[in-house]
C-alpha cells in the first residue's frame, strides 16, 4: 500500500467523521417525574416540559399531563404544552437543524379532539396541520414531519402542542404527552474547521506514510 494512498484514505475518513445526518436527537419519556429532560447533545440542551395558563396538571404516570383544554372549536391563546430546544452558540459550530417531531397523546373521554404543532424560532413560525384525536385512547405517532424543508437555526426552539374541542372542562378533558421524539442534526464543526481537520489528518498521514517507506528494506 503506497502512502498516498493511505493518506488518501486518512483524508476521506476526517472528512466522513464530521458529516451531518439527521437522526434522533433526544426523546422526552418522562421516566419517574414529569420534569424529566434528554440529555444535552453537542451542547444543544432541552428544556422541561411546561403548561400553558389556562391549562392545569393532570396527573400521570412517566407521561406529562394537563388538563381544563378549551371547548373552543377553534385554536385558543393559552392552552397549549410546550419545551424549548436552546442550540449551541458556539460560533465554530453549525446551526441547529430540526427534521421531525413525533409523540404520543392519551386523549381522556372528553379530551380536545383538534391538535396542532408550532414551532417558534426568532421572529419565524411554522404550525403542523391540524391533528385528529381520538378520546379514550393512546393516539400513537403522531408526527409533525419537516424533512422536506427542515428548521436549521441559532435561535431557541419553542414547541408547542396546541389542542381544542375538549366536550367537557374540568372532568376527563385530558390530554398525556408521551415519548416526544425530536430528529434532526445537532451543531457540528463549520466546513472551514472540517477542512482543517481533513488537512491536519493528511499531512500526519502523509508524514506516517514516509517513515514507514524509509524502514522498508529496499530491494
Not at 452558540?89 to 430540526?98: I, K, R
Not at 413525533?102 to 391538535?115: C, I, N, Q, R, Y
Not at 419537516?146 to 389542542?163: G, K
Amino acid at each position: 500500500m503506497s502512502y498516498r494512498f493511505l493518506a488518501l484514505s486518512c483524508a476521506v475518513a476526517a472528512l466522513t467523521s464530521f458529516s451531518a445526518r439527521a437522526s434522533v436527537i433526544a426523546t422526552y419519556t418522562f421516566t419517574g417525574s414529569e420534569t424529566a429532560t434528554p440529555t444535552a447533545v453537542n451542547g444543544v440542551t432541552f428544556s422541561t416540559f411546561s403548561r400553558g395558563s389556562d391549562l392545569s396538571t393532570h396527573a400521570a404516570t412517566d407521561q406529562f399531563g394537563a388538563a381544563n383544554w378549551t371547548t373552543a372549536t377553534t385554536r385558543q391563546a393559552n392552552d397549549y404544552v410546550q419545551f424549548t430546544i436552546t442550540p449551541n452558540t458556539n460560533p465554530n459550530l453549525s446551526a441547529f437543524t430540526l427534521n421531525k417531531i413525533t409523540f404520543d397523546v392519551a386523549s381522556g373521554s372528553k379530551a380536545p379532539t383538534s391538535l396542532q404543532v408550532e414551532i417558534i424560532y426568532g421572529a419565524n413560525t411554522a404550525n403542523s396541520g391540524i391533528i385528529t384525536l381520538t378520546r379514550s385512547s393512546v393516539n400513537n405517532g403522531l408526527m409533525f414531519d419537516l424533512s422536506s424543508n427542515p428548521i436549521s437555526t441559532t435561535n431557541v426552539v419553542t414547541i408547542r402542542f396546541h389542542a381544542w374541542s375538549a366536550s367537557n372542562t374540568g372532568s376527563g378533558d385530558t390530554l398525556d404527552f408521551d415519548n416526544v421524539q425530536i430528529d434532526g442534526v445537532a451543531p457540528v464543526p463549520e466546513p472551514h474547521n472540517v477542512a482543517l481537520a481533513a488537512f491536519l489528518g493528511l499531512a500526519c498521514c502523509v508524514g506516517a506514510g514516509r517513515r514507514l517507506l524509509r524502514r522498508m528494506p529496499r530491494s
